[in-house]
């Protein structure tokens, strides 16, 4: 290899080990005993492979000199001949992955060419059925979906052997993540000889922006389906172009891209089209822009909103703080139906109210933000799902009739309850803010009962929904109605699935949702028995295959989102297995150190034999330094 042959920046490398790299340097090194010797310069994507930042200690003056800049242990030099820059994507290289037609059966008569000892000392054979059904579907002359991730492919193949990778134009789908491609002309030689190509993943290759005329003369209309996850990709500008040269796709999925000049160059600030003038992502339906650097919703996100067909937007790790979707603008986000924002800076419940502004929206993920950091999960649902009416999906979990039905009562109670206590002058604070010494005149009250209004912006309605069904259990006083709204106690089922009380008659009863779980086992521990240190509790809905564990005694059943009609079961630990799993474990770690103690020996011995063996070979060279 010469050094022409490595472009700076460009040049993805890899070595033995699996390890991938870009070479940012190339030339000699001032630490090495030849000063005309040529090296790469290694910046690795796995901050932790190399030896330094890019700086060495110059053999001839002493000092420090800079070739690269990476971080304190990426980078590493390499002799020309010990870098790795891949392979090209060849005929050969897409046969590899898939089995040859005339293949010889590794199971000729479904029978493996291995046996099993059993426990009587005898062989068995190993039977392997459905090897000919199997091979009919990998047949690379066949199928239509192939995968090549991660084989180290770099480049397009010679241009002799573009004729022969015309054999594979029938394919529809190509799988590339986590090869060494980093140029877009690579990328669109490869591609050219699959005519018929709807599908590409080139995720995780270090593939940078691209250029103004990169798709000029190259047409991929069939394209549907786009995966640049993780990729170089710096600028929203790349996404214009890829708009313009695939006008029907259908997903997008840029995900850990930079693409925070959406603000400068968002669709709605610059005039897109492909080449007929048609204005691009017509027919997107999904686009991922998870950690892209967002950051406003209103400057970058909003410039999304014309996309008429959008029905999937994710958005999670990005570091946006508040959502704003004007009345005005009627045509906003017009199919949205799934938006994903986990992790995100949301620390509002009116940011969450804002979401109303899409009629279309049905299915929600929020986890991981400010918001909801400091409540259970049971409460950041019910609380959700009474503020979206139209939701139908949480967090991939479906919401039920007599779910919503719940969550909104309850969030009628907690929010009477809170008008309540300012009516009578107890609640002192409110969203952070000091309302009162408790002496509330009436216009105080109002006041502070208008704020709670506007904070809650669908509890009027929600009042009206539901006061009829809850008056007859109420016992909370509203101070604008004569009606009683009881929907903070909730009627439990407590059933004990221990072995000494399994048989007796589950406990009925009406309980308040701000009880703690620490009064729930004290409660058990009465009624069947069972010490209150072995309890472990769970709760059930109706149809509901998996019961939530009540795994703290110091939250409420409000904090785990406890519904009326729930069923609490009580189950007790067994204290001799359980000391069982523990000797067992115990026994299990001293066995653990005392073969890392092994290894270790065994590694010292072996260190100290090469030691010995580079002491007696004086022209030993480091291939890294």
């Given at each position: 290899m010469t050094p022409d042959d490595l472009r700076p920046n460009i040049t993805r490398v890899r070595d033995a080990s699996g390890f991938v790299g870009t070479v940012v340097y190339v030339g000699p090194v001032a630490s090495a005993k030849s000063s005309t010797e040529i090296y790469a310069g290694i910046a690795w994507d796995d901050v932790t492979r190399g030896m330094h930042d890019g700086s060495v200690i110059c053999r001839a003056t002493n000092r420090i000199v800079r070739h690269f800049k990476c971080g304190p242990t990426q980078g590493s030099f390499l002799r020309l001949s010990k870098v790795d820059v891949g392979v090209a994507l060849s005929p050969e290289t897409m046969r590899s992955r898939y089995v040859k037609p005339d293949a010889e059966l590794i199971a000729p008569d479904n029978l493996l060419p291995h046996v099993a000892r059993t426990a009587g000392g005898r062989d068995k054979p190993?039977?392997?059925?459905?090897?000919?059904?199997?091979?009919?579907?990998?047949?690379?002359?066949?199928?239509?979906?192939?995968?090549?991730?991660?084989?180290?492919?770099?480049?397009?193949?010679?241009?002799?052997?573009?004729?022969?990778?015309?054999?594979?134009?029938?394919?529809?789908?190509?799988?590339?993540?986590?090869?060494?491609?980093?140029?877009?002309?690579?990328?669109?030689?490869?591609?050219?000889?699959?005519?018929?190509?709807?599908?590409?993943?080139?995720?995780?290759?270090?593939?940078?922006?691209?250029?103004?005329?990169?798709?000029?003369?190259?047409?991929?209309?069939?394209?549907?389906?786009?995966?640049?996850?993780?990729?170089?990709?710096?600028?929203?500008?790349?996404?214009?172009?890829?708009?313009?040269?695939?006008?029907?796709?259908?997903?997008?999925?840029?995900?850990?891209?930079?693409?925070?000049?959406?603000?400068?160059?968002?669709?709605?600030?610059?005039?897109?089209?492909n080449n007929n003038g048609i204005p691009a992502f017509q027919n997107l339906i999904l686009l991922d822009l998870s950690d892209c650097n967002l950051t406003s919703w209103e400057k970058q996100v909003s410039h999304l909103s014309t996309l008429p067909a959008l029905e999937s937007l994710i958005l999670n790790d990005n570091m946006i703080e508040n959502i704003t979707i004007p009345e005005s603008v009627a045509t906003a986000f017009t199919k949205v139906a799934s938006l994903q924002l986990a992790g995100t800076s949301i620390s509002s419940w009116s940011t969450i109210d804002n979401l109303n502004g899409i009629p279309t929206l049905r299915s929600l993920r929020l986890r991981n933000t400010p918001l909801t950091s400091s409540m259970g999960v049971g409460e950041v649902r019910s609380t959700v799902i009474a503020r979206l009416p139209t939701l139908e999906f949480f967090n991939a979990s479906p919401i039920s009739e007599r779910e919503r039905t719940e969550a909104e009562r309850r969030y009628v109670s907690s929010v009477a309850r809170e008008l309540l206590m300012i009516s009578s002058g107890a609640l002192l604070s409110f969203a952070g803010q000091t309302l009162s010494d408790g002496n509330l005149g009436d216009t105080d009250a109002n006041a502070k009962q208008a704020q709670i209004h506007a904070h809650h912006p669908r509890f009027q309605s929600l009042l009206e929904k539901h006061k009829e069904s809850m008056m007859s259990s109420s016992s909370i006083s509203v101070p604008f109605s004569n009606a009683n709204i009881g929907g903070d106690v909730i009627g439990l089922t407590i059933r004990s699935m221990a072995a000494s009380s399994c048989d007796m008659e589950p406990l009925r009863k009406r309980i308040p949702t701000s009880l703690k779980v620490g009064r729930i086992k004290a409660m058990c521990a009465r009624a069947f028995g069972l010490d209150i240190d072995l309890q472990i509790l769970h709760f059930r809905i109706e149809n509901d295959p998996f019961p939530t564990e009540l795994d703290d005694t110091d939250n409420t059943l409000a904090y785990y989102g406890v519904p009326d009609g729930a069923e609490i079961l009580v189950n007790e630990i067994d204290i001799e297995a359980r000391e069982r799993e523990r000797t067992r474990q115990s026994e299990d770690h001293i066995r653990r150190v005392k073969e890392q103690e092994q290894h270790v020996t065994i590694m010292q011995a072996i260190q100290k034999s090469d030691h010995r063996m580079s002491l007696a070979t004086t022209d030993t060279s480091q291939e890294k330094f």
């Open positions: 190993i039977e392997f059925w459905g090897e000919v059904k199997i091979r009919g579907r990998q047949q690379l002359e066949l199928v239509e979906e192939i995968s090549l991730r991660m084989l180290g492919i770099a480049r397009p193949c010679s241009s002799e052997q573009e004729v022969e990778m015309e054999e594979f134009g029938h394919l529809k789908s190509i799988d590339l993540a986590g090869n060494l491609l980093s140029d877009w002309v690579d990328v669109l030689t490869i591609c050219r000889p699959f005519k018929n190509l709807e599908s590409l993943s080139l995720a995780s290759n270090r593939i940078n922006d691209l250029s103004s005329g990169a798709f000029d003369g190259f047409s991929m209309t069939r394209m549907t389906h786009l995966n640049l996850n993780s990729t170089n990709i710096a600028s929203f500008k790349t996404v214009h172009l890829i708009g313009k040269a695939m006008p029907n796709l259908l997903e997008l999925c840029m995900a850990h891209c930079d693409l925070a000049d959406i603000e400068h160059c968002g669709l709605g600030t610059c005039a897109v089209g």
